[in-house]
């Protein structure tokens, strides 16, 4: 149950677009497609972005999309807001009905 | 509204046991895996447990396995997390979360090892 492993930082202007990526292994991002993604301000909940690699529950901005490519899933924030600043964490299944996080990315809106 | 409440944190002696509850409202409990995540004073997410509607079916990450027992009364809309053995690496905010997609979140409740 090795943490995925995700870039500490990401940055991007107003309105640019920014990736965070979430690498795993075959074991569990490479094998499901049950890929998440959260979005944590400071001192808040985590709140959740993404499920099932591409999916966008209600209520979450379409400028979120998500993708998997083998063993590497991605978050993409396009338009960057103000608001978009936090943490966003992955997750995925790793089987046996286990689940782990990646290390949490810091996204700063410049 | 759906709303999850954790309760039940506080400071413990490493060795010592602790009973974290969830308290569920505006979604029928009874239906929906639970999962517990753990997040240590300034680190990442870490999935800790996961107990599936009737509470027939559980399963824990490898740090917490045999220490740790998750529990649920359907009747009371509660899920709860025995935490027995406790370590100084223990130490941060638990949170519950409803469904394998952890759609909703509690506001997690502080659980000092020390």
């Known amino acids: 149950q090795s943490a995925l492993t995700q870039p500490p930082s990401a940055s991007g202007s107003p309105g640019q677009s920014v990736t965070i990526s979430c690498t795993g292994t075959s074991s569990d991002v490479g094998a499901y497609n049950y890929v998440c993604w959260y979005q944590q301000h400071p001192g808040k909940a985590p709140k959740l972005m993404m499920y099932e690699v591409t999916k966008r529950p209600s209520g979450v901005p379409d400028r979120f999309s998500g993708s998997k490519s083998g063993n590497t899933a991605s978050l993409t924030v396009s338009g960057l807001q103000a608001e978009d600043e936090a943490d966003y964490y992955c997750?995925?299944?790793?089987?046996?009905?286990?689940?782990?996080f990646g290390g949490g990315t810091k996204l700063t809106v410049l | 509204e759906v709303q999850l409440v954790e309760s039940g944190g506080g400071s413990v002696q490493p060795g010592g046991s602790l009973r974290l509850s969830c308290a569920a409202s505006g979604f029928t409990f009874s239906t929906y895996w639970m999962h517990w995540v753990r997040q240590a004073p300034g680190k990442g997410l870490v999935w800790v447990s996961r107990m599936n509607g009737d509470g027939t079916t559980t399963t824990y990450a490898d740090s917490v396995r045999g220490r740790f027992t998750i529990s649920r009364d359907n009747a009371k809309r509660t899920l709860y997390l025995q935490m027995n053995g406790l370590r100084d690496e223990d130490t941060a905010v638990y949170y519950c979360?409803?469904?394998?997609?952890?759609?909703?979140w509690g506001q997690g409740t502080l659980v000092t090892v020390s």
């Open positions: 997750s995925s299944y790793a089987g046996s009905g286990t689940y782990v």
């Open positions: 979360a409803r469904s394998d997609w952890r759609d909703y």
